[in-house]
């Protein structure tokens, strides 16, 4: 298993060349224990001011490559990317399911 900050260094670097253009600045990473109780990582890319959501071809990419980058490493965990807008408004988990 890689190291926090090797993840995070690794994730940066595919990041900057995938979601750059959208606006990348840096991402931050933490080990837990996704849905089914199993070891992930979850990756949050953070983007300037003023940039709209990332289309989905650049977010597939992006995770498809960090994927690729991490496992070439040695890294087993799978990474989940949760992106972080400054400029979105934040919702309670309440909010989120309603119709």
Known sequence: MLTKEEIRFIADDVLHATLGPSGFERSEARE??????VQALFITPRFKHGVGATDGKAALAALTRLR????????????????????????????????
């Not at 837990?32 to 109780?37: A, E, F, I």
């Not at 980058?69 to 990474?79: D, I, K, S, V, Y």
């Open 32 to 37: 837990d224990l996704d849905s089914d109780g």
């Open 68 to 99: 690729a980058a991490l496992q070439q490493r040695g890294e087993e965990r799978f990474p989940y990317l949760r992106f972080d807008y400054p400029d979105e408004i934040p919702s309670t988990p309440a909010e989120d399911f309603q119709h």
